[in-house]
């Protein structure tokens, strides 16, 4: 029952990023009460730290989305503090549906396709990537999070994700595996540390 004025990000990292204002205006932290906080992002400025909940309703006009995850918005200063939107609305909610730009009539039409429904999951890692040259460096922990549990630390570098090196892979094709990735599945990762390399083994989960 909250309304906004939202932009539309096909270029963003979740279903919904709210601001800052629009949420101490709505009291939303209380409302949601998130367990989760971290790095949720990377932007011209360096990192976005959001807290995570999982929203029960969208609704844009006659178009509803379910059970969806909402990054609130952590930053002191840039354009997450604007008070000119409510937030921004992701490609997690956009990929769920055909969508037709009509620019001359200044509108946006939603068409249902075999996504929709489809609930919305968060990164089941526990940890936040960077890359660092040919390889991934940890930027962040979920405090009590797979990654942190399996002994990870901010700083390391991953060099091998189950037996391939990261030299081959893509930051972002890692980053959305760990996040579709089932629940409970074991994900084997070759670390370098300052004291030394090591073999870890960390076990997706639902966080939000």
Request: charged content about 25%; cysteine-free.
């Amino acid at each position: 029952g909250v309304a906004g004025s939202f932009g539309i990000d096909t270029g963003s990292r979740s279903a919904v990023l709210l601001y800052g204002p629009f949420i101490d205006r709505h009291h939303l932290r209380r409302k949601y009460a998130p367990r989760v906080s971290g790095i949720t992002g990377w932007g011209f400025g360096g990192p976005v730290r959001s807290q995570v909940a999982r929203a029960r309703q969208l609704r844009l006009g006659p178009v509803e989305v379910r059970d969806l995850i909402v990054r609130l918005s952590l930053q002191r200063s840039g354009a997450l503090t604007s008070s000119s939107l409510a937030g921004l609305i992701g490609p997690d909610v956009l990929d769920q549906f055909n969508l037709v730009f009509d620019y001359s009539r200044r509108h946006l039409i939603f068409e249902k396709n075999r996504r929709y429904g489809i609930p919305d999951s968060y990164d089941r890692s526990g940890m936040f990537l960077g890359q660092d040259g040919k390889y991934f460096s940890v930027l962040d922990l979920t405090p009590g999070g797979p990654a942190a549990q399996a002994g990870l630390r901010v700083g390391d570098k991953i060099l091998a994700i189950d037996g391939r090196g990261t030299d081959t892979l893509l930051l972002p094709d890692v980053r959305s595996e760990l996040r579709k990735s089932p629940a409970n599945r074991q994900i084997h990762l070759r670390v370098q540390s300052a004291d030394g390399s090591r073999r870890v083994v960390l076990t997706l989960r639902d966080l939000v």
